[in-house]
């Protein structure tokens, strides 16, 4: 149990496009969910919280008007990079917890590679 | 948060027991010691996670210090499959759904 699923795995953009990235918990219900970034041999860096039915909670530095998060329904979270850049390229990672297991784990997608070109 | 001290890399020969440590001298009362790693181009993936007492999986074991300043992550018979990062994270206990903030780990070869 516990699934979270993310897609795309791999996408390759054009500057100044947008980009969608789906988090879908497979399983279970997530009120919250959580999206990090990830650069080549570095941690992940967390991005944000997002909440479902309300505005997500954007970490220090991170540009919300950039990264767009939407948690419209218990099961689905998307991130929304926006007139993208080859700097945003990058892994991105969501997560979330099935609050309803006695189990304190959280699920990690596979992530996304962007490739901003 | 309180933070956690890892060393940056490890190795360890197939089959053998790994022991991977982890320094969390700040912890608080209700933070929990969390394991995760991560797979090459894969999300992480959760290990073990403890409180107080030593706790055993079917992946790990987690020894806890009796202060808790300190763990030690446990792979009994380490495999070619478990090279990874293996990450050493505090999470409060008091919130349902606190965020997990991920340090540097240590990544772990596993020589044949």
């Known amino acids: 149990g516990a699934v979270v699923s993310q897609h795309p795995s791999r996408v390759i953009c054009k500057s100044g496009t947008s980009v969608k990235i789906e988090c879908r918990s497979l399983?279970?219900?997530?009120?919250?969910m959580f999206w990090y970034r990830q650069f080549p041999k570095q941690s992940l860096m967390l991005m944000a919280t997002?909440?479902?039915?309300?505005?997500?909670?954007?970490e220090q530095g991170v540009e919300k008007d950039k990264f767009l998060i939407n948690h419209a329904s218990l099961t689905l979270s998307t991130l929304t990079v926006t007139s993208a850049h080859p700097e945003d390229s990058s892994f991105y990672i969501c997560?979330?917890?099935?609050?309803?297991?006695?189990?304190?784990?959280?699920?990690f997608g596979s992530g996304t590679r962007l490739t901003v070109v | 948060d309180a933070k956690t001290t890892q060393p940056n890399s490890m190795e360890s020969n197939e089959e053998e027991p790994v022991h991977l440590p982890c320094n969390h001298s700040?912890?608080?009362?209700?933070?929990?010691i969390h394991w995760y790693r991560q797979l090459p181009s894969q999300g992480p993936e959760y290990v073990i996670h403890g409180l107080t007492s030593n706790v055993n999986n079917r992946m790990a074991s987690l020894a806890i210090a009796e202060d808790r300043k300190s763990s030690t992550l446990i792979l009994h018979r380490a495999t070619l499959r478990d090279a990874a990062v293996y990450y050493c994270i505090l999470r409060r206990g008091s919130s349902n759904t606190g965020k997990l903030i991920f340090g540097q780990g240590t990544t772990l070869q596993v020589k044949p």
């Open positions: 997560s979330a917890r099935d609050q309803n297991r006695d189990y304190h784990g959280y699920t």
């Open positions: 700040t912890i608080s009362g209700t933070d929990y």
């Open positions: 399983d279970f219900q997530a009120t919250t």
């Open positions: 997002s909440n479902e039915g309300s505005k997500a909670t954007y």
